[in-house]
């Protein structure tokens, strides 16, 4: 559990440092960071990896990241990302590695995000959080404001009138 809860945090840090560096994507923050940088092997490839990287994802990589047995694995992210001219397995490259595949997942939050923010739209001006989901003919139990809230990047929803509040600023404000 304490886990989790670090990789979650670590992944709202990776998010809050890659909205500040404005870059063409999350491969090209750390591509910009190493004089090996290639191309990637296909688009095609690079992009399903990329939509494959997510929370559970980005853990066994984190959890394998010194375990020799995945060096082959971590080659191929490496080389479908086109993060090295040559992978070799080395401590930097499984630094730059793990902060690549970081940094996607942080994308790929965000993407989540926006695409939620939009789905669910109101025009309620209210200041209940549940009224605005049911406004929106949206679920508004509180199991289903927390994953709500899990979505939006808030951690440790509890329910509070403070998180109700900040949900409903952040799904009337598009993200923003």
Known sequence: MKQQKLIKTLTVSTLALSLLVPTAGAVQVHAATTKYAVAASSTSERDALINKIDYDF???????????????DRKEISDTLGLYKSYKD????????????????????????????????SNYKGSSIVDYLKS?????????RKALAEKLLMLDYSGTAKQNA???????????
């Open 58 to 72: 980005v853990q066994d990589v984190m959890e394998n990241i010194n375990d020799k047995k995945f060096a082959k």
């Open 90 to 121: 080395t401590t930097d490259q499984k630094f730059g590695l793990s902060r690549a595949v970081r940094a996607i997942y942080a994308q790929n939050q965000q993407k989540t995000k926006d695409e939620l923010i939009q789905k669910i739209n």
């Open 136 to 144: 929106a003919k949206q679920p508004s139990s509180f199991k289903n």
């Open 166 to 176: 900040e949900m409903l600023k952040i799904l009337r404000s598009n993200g923003k």
